[in-house]
């Protein structure tokens, strides 16, 4: 009977030792998804950006406040997913050897390519906001970025 309660109790520990790891996972796509809501629309976004550009940019002209919030926006896709992709390679790594692996960056590239067309569709149905495959293509993008970063660090430790 012994045995068998050990194989329980290190059951669950592999359970919380997963759920430790990926629950950080979830919990930036919470963030995401936070941001992927209308009070992170561009109309809303305006407000905030507006008067910090202004005090940067004084002369920036309507076309440059246009090309500012555009490139600010599409930089927050790419590094919401840059972060997820970092997150969700270290969730699929879980604290064993620290040499790159193809699998665990394969792991992470799935799980930031299905949220980030989840994110995307999900924008669809958020007022004042608009699903976009470009967004989701950046998101990718970031994700990858991510994952050539983890690559590099380890290819440098070794």
Same mark, same amino acid.
């Given at each position: 009977?012994? *045995?068998? !309660?050990? +194989?329980?109790?290190?059951?669950?520990? %592999?359970?919380?030792?997963? @759920?430790?790891? &990926?629950? =950080?996972?979830? +919990? &930036?796509?919470?963030?995401?998804?936070?941001?992927?809501?209308?009070?992170?629309? /561009?109309?809303?976004?305006?407000?905030?950006?507006?008067?910090?550009?202004?005090?940067?940019?004084?002369?920036?002209?309507?076309?440059?406040?246009?090309? +500012?919030?555009? =490139?600010?926006?599409?930089? /927050?896709?790419?590094?919401?997913?840059?972060? @997820?992709?970092?997150? /969700?390679? &270290? %969730?699929?790594?879980?604290?064993?050897?620290?040499? &790159? !692996?193809?699998?665990? %960056?394969?792991? %992470?590239?799935?799980? /930031?390519? *299905?949220?980030? =067309? @989840?994110?995307?569709?999900?924008?669809?149905?958020?007022?004042?906001?608009?699903?976009?495959?470009?967004?989701?293509?950046?998101?990718?993008?970031?994700?990858?970025?991510? !994952?050539?970063?983890?690559?590099?660090?380890?290819?440098?430790?070794?």
């Amino acid at each position: 009977m012994r *045995v068998v !309660q050990g +194989a329980v109790t290190t059951e669950k520990a %592999a359970w919380s030792e997963i @759920l430790k790891y &990926w629950g =950080v996972v979830v +919990a &930036w796509m919470v963030v995401i998804s936070t941001l992927s809501g209308e009070g992170f629309s /561009a109309e809303n976004t305006n407000r905030y950006l507006d008067p910090i550009l202004r005090y940067f940019f004084p002369k920036l002209t309507p076309a440059g406040f246009v090309l +500012a919030h555009s =490139v600010i926006r599409k930089a /927050a896709h790419l590094t919401e997913f840059f972060i @997820l992709g970092a997150l /969700a390679y &270290w %969730a699929a790594r879980r604290g064993r050897a620290a040499s &790159w !692996q193809p699998r665990w %960056a394969a792991s %992470a590239m799935m799980v /930031a390519i *299905v949220y980030a =067309v @989840l994110d995307e569709a999900h924008q669809m149905f958020v007022p004042n906001r608009t699903g976009s495959y470009v967004d989701s293509g950046i998101d990718c993008l970031g994700a990858l970025l991510s !994952q050539i970063m983890v690559y590099l660090r380890r290819r440098r430790r070794e």
